[in-house]
């Protein structure tokens, strides 16, 4: 991978993320009324400390320059404001607290439904038609056509209301994150059981689409016919010349995908009231609590960025083609 | 000279092969292709023989069958394709019958391929002395270092340096990657290699390189060669005798010495007229009028007869039998009767 | 040739071509299903009152909290009492709805500056196609849920404009918004390679304005692709809908399928085992956005030309 291939992507993401702090800078300061109206209308701040936010971003000043400096300034110091809603906290720890959760639950959910739904996507490509194609495509579309929470709710309906085997929603029973070893992380696998079933399904429709139809084309190239004269077996043809460029789409997809982890499964999260950045999204909505989800919007839209440098550089590790 | 070749194999022939049945013996060969409308009849009826060490050439216009004839003798046809008839003997030994699983022992241990375009017939992520290697690991069992030696060996022979063995397709040129194609077709020691257009991408310069490579690597190896082109000076330097195809059919067949200096089809003399000849003096370049033939419904007769200044009435009522002459030249065209 | 003859004459090729490509849809049988099914809950949209009572029926309690399906109540009732079969018959209107004139606005922002873009070059398509970029990689969705509230407290949340209320406005806005940006970048790639064709070339020679140029001969021949598209995009626009009512951003008083979902999430009647408030809604979603997916692709096989080149 050349330098310049590595700085132009470098300097891609660095002008997307400026745009997106713009952005989130603009969207709530460029509202009819008064900027505090919806910046500080916060009960639970004294008169003090609005005086003293309202100096410190400058609110009594001109939009821009002096606001906006004095925004990327906080912005880049990780000061994101203080949260309506819990209490005057600030923004950053209030959401530092969720991201574990959310990690585990969709980091876990990408890598199940990645292998899974490649493996089907990669076989009902490779025997196009076939049963498992038939079969399995059907699947993936249905899946890929439902939201979390219709995929979650049914679950709780069967596995949790009806057959009891799992809890309905949290992270955790009462006082079971304190119970010893091993007995914590058992109570945490029965109530991870659920919602990770539900993200994993949402995400293997896609995986296994595009997985499929990526085979497909691979199936058509000419170093698939120079493997097939060789006499190798199928299996080989299919691990070692259609499998690895197949992937190569795939790679970025997953990434990306991995970008919007911290956004996520917000529905799913919300269902099973999975203690995440989802269910802190749908709070902050609730309570109006706009730094917070400001905050919110600039974490993920920042890993989304990152996810895609990121798929960018695998890629280009990847393909000795882009290597150079 | 057979038999001096066969000796020089590194394992033994086939259980089921005849030693003393001739190397390549297809007759009466019919590889059709399924369409909406019916059946493509590509290849329909196509009978030939390949000796040891000899080099045949394989010509005709684009869409004629000659690569589909090639590629029908191990069988690497599209999904909607089927060989409807007729046999492919080696060594005695008819591969029409055989499943694909029974076809994979003689892919590339005996029939390889030099495909064209060396570019999208070499895998891009994988590194070329491995694709090399491949075979022998997979095929003859070694193991992957006297894999890789053996392909380090061959790009050797073909004149690759030693410093681009850990290259990329990519990363070689067109002619090197051509090098890289014949290196790998080599790998298992063939009886025969098919050259599928091997040139035809490459400029003139490396075009005569490849072809220098490939006329001293069957002197060496003792290969036989299948060498399909449309270039007629490439198949008069390099071929023994030269198959020209026409709809599907066998239009003309015979040493390249005899049709080339006396074309007696009317499309073997359009061609060979259609072709520049630098040597020859300035002469218009003839062109045949009319295109070819719709293969799904091909004319009752010679399926040249609508373009033949040459026909007759008999043309488009009766297929041509094919007459052999003396000389060792068999043409399929009703001018030459049904006896010689 | 009078004008009158030749207009007359287009429409009889653009009938023969309309009736020639319904009969290579009709051979699709996964596009002839997702017609099938989306007539049904067009016809639902429609006039819900065919099959249920008027939509005060449908926020009204008329049976005891929870109450299992049975023969009165063909799908049960919800926490408040309300019956399940009548809110999802309504709901199929407002969903059906918020995802016509989502997919109408996106339609139009990413035609109109799709075609600008391409059209125009330069410096104008750079800095829109940046623009679009942009969005492209933005998660849309946490910026729709930022914007949706915002807007709402912006209009203020029992405004009407137009006789629609304003939280389904801002939802239809905020999809708009959100997804424009995909439908450019198709409509301008195909706008760049038509106009190198000779007929614009032709036409420009002539002197034929630009405006005119583009709505002539330039959006006729985009036909094909923003149907094609349009078909795609409202499958993701009733997803985003649904999506944003379940989160509580829809209307309280407009049972669309997610707002019944949120009920029910919020009753916990996941917990409480009763499947028939959830199933109803749910499977209507799954089966909208299943139909417009499988005539979506089917469309996108017939029309769009890159996709055509198939083995």
Request: contains cysteine; charged residues 15%; proline residues 6%.
């Given at each position: 991978m050349s330098a310049r291939y590595l700085g132009q992507r470098l300097l891609q993401a660095i002008v997307t993320i400026a745009a997106i702090v713009l952005l989130n800078f603009l969207l709530f300061r460029?509202?009819?009324?008064?900027p505090e109206r919806i910046l500080?209308?916060?009960?639970?701040?004294?008169q003090q400390v609005v005086e003293a936010t309202r100096a410190r971003w400058g609110l009594?000043?001109?939009?821009i320059p002096d606001q906006l400096v004095s925004y990327i300034g906080s912005t880049l110091e990780g000061d994101l404001g203080y949260s309506f809603k819990f209490r005057g906290q600030p923004v950053t720890s209030v959401i530092a607290d969720r991201v574990g959760p959310t990690l585990l639950l969709v980091g876990l959910g990408e890598l199940i439904s990645a292998i899974v739904g490649i493996a089907i996507g990669a076989y009902a490509g490779w025997r196009r038609g076939g049963l498992v194609d038939r079969v399995g495509s059907g699947v993936s579309l249905v899946l890929y056509s439902m939201p979390y929470f219709v995929i979650g709710m049914p679950l709780i309906v069967i596995?949790?209301?009806?057959?009891?085997?799992?809890?309905?929603?949290?992270?955790?029973?009462?006082g079971g994150g304190d119970r010893p070893f091993p007995d914590n992380i058992i109570d945490l696998a029965r109530h991870l059981a659920l919602p990770l079933a539900t993200v994993s399904l949402g995400l293997i429709g896609q995986y296994s689409i595009l997985m499929r139809s990526s085979i497909i084309e691979t199936r058509s190239e000419d170093y698939i016919t120079t493997a097939r004269a060789k006499g190798l077996r199928d299996g080989r043809v299919l691990r070692a010349h259609a499998f690895p460029n197949a992937m190569l789409p795939m790679v970025t997809l997953i990434a990306i995908n991995l970008g919007y982890?911290?956004?996520?499964?917000i529905t799913a999260e919300i269902v099973f009231s999975w203690p995440g950045l989802g269910t802190l999204t749908v709070t902050a909505l609730q309570a109006r609590d706009y730094p917070v989800l400001q905050g919110i919007f600039l974490l993920v839209a920042v890993s989304v960025v990152v996810a895609n440098l990121a798929a960018d550089i695998i890629y280009g590790m990847l393909d000795p083609r882009v290597r150079r | 000279m057979t038999a001096e070749i066969r000796g020089r194999r590194q394992w033994p022939l086939p259980?089921?092969?005849?030693?003393?049945?001739?190397l390549l013996k297809v007759e009466n060969l019919q590889t059709h292709f399924q369409l909406g409308r019916g059946w493509?009849?590509?290849?329909?009826g196509v009978s030939f023989g390949l000796d040891d060490g000899e080099a045949l050439g394989l010509v005709g216009e684009?869409?004629?069958g000659k690569t589909t004839t090639a590629l029908s003798l191990v069988r690497?046809?599209?999904?909607?394709?089927?060989?409807?008839g007729g046999s492919v003997e080696l060594f005695g030994i008819d591969?029409?019958?055989?499943t694909d699983r029974q076809l994979d022992r003689y892919r590339w241990r005996e029939i390889s391929i030099v495909f064209q375009g060396a570019m999208n017939a070499?895998?891009?992520?994988?590194q070329v002395r491995r694709q090399i290697a491949e075979p022998v690991q997979?095929?003859?069992?070694?193991?992957e270092s006297a894999s890789l030696k053996r392909a380090d060996e061959l790009l050797d022979m073909v004149g690759i340096?030693?410093?681009?063995?850990?290259?990329?397709?990519?990363?070689?040129s067109g002619g090197m990657r051509q090098r890289a194609m014949i290196a790998m077709a080599l790998a298992c020691d063939p009886a025969i290699v098919i050259g599928d257009?091997?040139?035809?991408?490459?400029d003139a310069m490396v075009q005569a390189q490849i072809l220098v490579l490939l006329e001293q690597l069957r002197r060496d190896l003792g290969l036989s060669l299948i060498l399909i082109t449309h270039d007629l000076s490439v198949v008069a330097e390099t071929c023994d005798r030269v198959l020209v195809m026409y709809a599907g059919r066998v239009a003309e067949e015979g040493p390249v010495s005899r049709v080339f200096t006396e074309p007696r089809h009317p499309y073997t003399r359009k061609l060979l007229g259609a072709f520049p000849n630098i040597?020859?003096?300035r002469r218009t370049l003839e062109t045949i009028p009319g295109e070819p033939p719709d293969l799904v419904n091909?004319?009752?007769?010679?399926?040249?007869a609508p373009r033949?200044?040459?026909?007759?009435?008999v043309c488009s009522g009766t297929p041509p039998p094919e007459v052999s002459f003396d000389d060792g030249v068999r043409v399929a065209c009703h001018l030459f009767g049904t006896t010689a | 040739m009078s004008a009158a003859r030749a207009s007359g004459s287009r429409w009889r090729l653009r009938a023969a071509q309309l009736r020639a490509f319904a009969v290579r849809y009709a051979g699709r049988a996964d596009g002839m299903i997702g017609l099938v099914v989306l007539v049904f809950f067009g016809i639902l949209a429609l006039a819900p009152e065919l099959f249920v009572g008027p939509l005060e029926t449908a926020t009204?309690?008329?049976?005891?909290?929870?109450?299992?399906?049975?023969?009165?109540?063909?799908f049960g009732a919800d926490d408040l009492g309300r019956d399940i079969l009548n809110r999802t018959v309504h709901g199929a209107r407002i969903s059906m709805t918020i995802g016509l004139m989502a997919t109408v606005i996106t339609l139009v922002f990413g035609v109109v500056l799709g075609l600008v873009a391409g059209y125009s070059g330069g410096m104008v398509d750079n800095l829109l196609m940046r623009v679009a970029d942009f969005f492209l990689v933005l998660p849309t969705f946490v910026l729709a849920l930022i914007l949706a509230p915002v807007l709402i407290e912006v209009v203020g949340a029992d405004a009407e404009v137009m006789g629609i209320r304003a939280t389904l406005l801002v939802i239809i806005v905020v999809i708009g918004i959100t997804s424009w940006a995909a439908t450019a970048r198709i409509i301008r790639s195909q706008t760049l390679s038509l106009k190198e064709r000779m007929f614009v070339d032709r036409a420009r020679v002539v002197g034929v304005g630009p405006g005119r140029i583009i709505l002539r001969h330039i959006l006729p021949n985009v036909m094909n692709l923003i149907v094609a598209n349009a078909v795609l995009t409202f499958a993701s626009a009733v997803l985003t809908e649904t999506t944003l009512s379940f989160i509580g951003?829809?209307?309280?008083f407009q049972p669309s399928w997610g707002q019944i979902l949120n009920g029910a999430q919020d009753s916990g009647a996941a917990g409480l085992g009763a499947w028939w408030v959830i199933a109803p809604p749910a499977v209507s979603v799954v089966l909208v956005i299943l139909a417009f997916t499988l005539m979506g692709n089917a469309l996108d096989d017939l029309l769009n030309p890159k996709s055509r080149v198939r083995r």
């Amino acid at each position: 991978m050349s330098a310049r291939y590595l700085g132009q992507r470098l300097l891609q993401a660095i002008v997307t993320i400026a745009a997106i702090v713009l952005l989130n800078f603009l969207l709530f300061r460029l509202m009819p009324g008064s900027p505090e109206r919806i910046l500080l209308r916060n009960p639970n701040l004294s008169q003090q400390v609005v005086e003293a936010t309202r100096a410190r971003w400058g609110l009594d000043k001109p939009l821009i320059p002096d606001q906006l400096v004095s925004y990327i300034g906080s912005t880049l110091e990780g000061d994101l404001g203080y949260s309506f809603k819990f209490r005057g906290q600030p923004v950053t720890s209030v959401i530092a607290d969720r991201v574990g959760p959310t990690l585990l639950l969709v980091g876990l959910g990408e890598l199940i439904s990645a292998i899974v739904g490649i493996a089907i996507g990669a076989y009902a490509g490779w025997r196009r038609g076939g049963l498992v194609d038939r079969v399995g495509s059907g699947v993936s579309l249905v899946l890929y056509s439902m939201p979390y929470f219709v995929i979650g709710m049914p679950l709780i309906v069967i596995f949790a209301a009806g057959l009891g085997w799992f809890p309905t929603s949290g992270m955790t029973s009462v006082g079971g994150g304190d119970r010893p070893f091993p007995d914590n992380i058992i109570d945490l696998a029965r109530h991870l059981a659920l919602p990770l079933a539900t993200v994993s399904l949402g995400l293997i429709g896609q995986y296994s689409i595009l997985m499929r139809s990526s085979i497909i084309e691979t199936r058509s190239e000419d170093y698939i016919t120079t493997a097939r004269a060789k006499g190798l077996r199928d299996g080989r043809v299919l691990r070692a010349h259609a499998f690895p460029n197949a992937m190569l789409p795939m790679v970025t997809l997953i990434a990306i995908n991995l970008g919007y982890v911290i956004g996520g499964a917000i529905t799913a999260e919300i269902v099973f009231s999975w203690p995440g950045l989802g269910t802190l999204t749908v709070t902050a909505l609730q309570a109006r609590d706009y730094p917070v989800l400001q905050g919110i919007f600039l974490l993920v839209a920042v890993s989304v960025v990152v996810a895609n440098l990121a798929a960018d550089i695998i890629y280009g590790m990847l393909d000795p083609r882009v290597r150079r | 000279m057979t038999a001096e070749i066969r000796g020089r194999r590194q394992w033994p022939l086939p259980k089921q092969a005849d030693p003393s049945a001739p190397l390549l013996k297809v007759e009466n060969l019919q590889t059709h292709f399924q369409l909406g409308r019916g059946w493509v009849k590509a290849v329909d009826g196509v009978s030939f023989g390949l000796d040891d060490g000899e080099a045949l050439g394989l010509v005709g216009e684009s869409g004629c069958g000659k690569t589909t004839t090639a590629l029908s003798l191990v069988r690497l046809l599209p999904s909607n394709g089927k060989i409807r008839g007729g046999s492919v003997e080696l060594f005695g030994i008819d591969l029409v019958p055989k499943t694909d699983r029974q076809l994979d022992r003689y892919r590339w241990r005996e029939i390889s391929i030099v495909f064209q375009g060396a570019m999208n017939a070499l895998n891009p992520v994988v590194q070329v002395r491995r694709q090399i290697a491949e075979p022998v690991q997979y095929r003859l069992n070694q193991s992957e270092s006297a894999s890789l030696k053996r392909a380090d060996e061959l790009l050797d022979m073909v004149g690759i340096p030693s410093r681009r063995l850990g290259a990329y397709p990519h990363e070689l040129s067109g002619g090197m990657r051509q090098r890289a194609m014949i290196a790998m077709a080599l790998a298992c020691d063939p009886a025969i290699v098919i050259g599928d257009e091997p040139t035809t991408a490459l400029d003139a310069m490396v075009q005569a390189q490849i072809l220098v490579l490939l006329e001293q690597l069957r002197r060496d190896l003792g290969l036989s060669l299948i060498l399909i082109t449309h270039d007629l000076s490439v198949v008069a330097e390099t071929c023994d005798r030269v198959l020209v195809m026409y709809a599907g059919r066998v239009a003309e067949e015979g040493p390249v010495s005899r049709v080339f200096t006396e074309p007696r089809h009317p499309y073997t003399r359009k061609l060979l007229g259609a072709f520049p000849n630098i040597r020859s003096d300035r002469r218009t370049l003839e062109t045949i009028p009319g295109e070819p033939p719709d293969l799904v419904n091909p004319p009752a007769g010679c399926r040249f007869a609508p373009r033949c200044a040459q026909a007759m009435p008999v043309c488009s009522g009766t297929p041509p039998p094919e007459v052999s002459f003396d000389d060792g030249v068999r043409v399929a065209c009703h001018l030459f009767g049904t006896t010689a | 040739m009078s004008a009158a003859r030749a207009s007359g004459s287009r429409w009889r090729l653009r009938a023969a071509q309309l009736r020639a490509f319904a009969v290579r849809y009709a051979g699709r049988a996964d596009g002839m299903i997702g017609l099938v099914v989306l007539v049904f809950f067009g016809i639902l949209a429609l006039a819900p009152e065919l099959f249920v009572g008027p939509l005060e029926t449908a926020t009204r309690a008329s049976a005891h909290a929870f109450d299992a399906p049975s023969a009165q109540h063909l799908f049960g009732a919800d926490d408040l009492g309300r019956d399940i079969l009548n809110r999802t018959v309504h709901g199929a209107r407002i969903s059906m709805t918020i995802g016509l004139m989502a997919t109408v606005i996106t339609l139009v922002f990413g035609v109109v500056l799709g075609l600008v873009a391409g059209y125009s070059g330069g410096m104008v398509d750079n800095l829109l196609m940046r623009v679009a970029d942009f969005f492209l990689v933005l998660p849309t969705f946490v910026l729709a849920l930022i914007l949706a509230p915002v807007l709402i407290e912006v209009v203020g949340a029992d405004a009407e404009v137009m006789g629609i209320r304003a939280t389904l406005l801002v939802i239809i806005v905020v999809i708009g918004i959100t997804s424009w940006a995909a439908t450019a970048r198709i409509i301008r790639s195909q706008t760049l390679s038509l106009k190198e064709r000779m007929f614009v070339d032709r036409a420009r020679v002539v002197g034929v304005g630009p405006g005119r140029i583009i709505l002539r001969h330039i959006l006729p021949n985009v036909m094909n692709l923003i149907v094609a598209n349009a078909v795609l995009t409202f499958a993701s626009a009733v997803l985003t809908e649904t999506t944003l009512s379940f989160i509580g951003l829809g209307d309280p008083f407009q049972p669309s399928w997610g707002q019944i979902l949120n009920g029910a999430q919020d009753s916990g009647a996941a917990g409480l085992g009763a499947w028939w408030v959830i199933a109803p809604p749910a499977v209507s979603v799954v089966l909208v956005i299943l139909a417009f997916t499988l005539m979506g692709n089917a469309l996108d096989d017939l029309l769009n030309p890159k996709s055509r080149v198939r083995r």
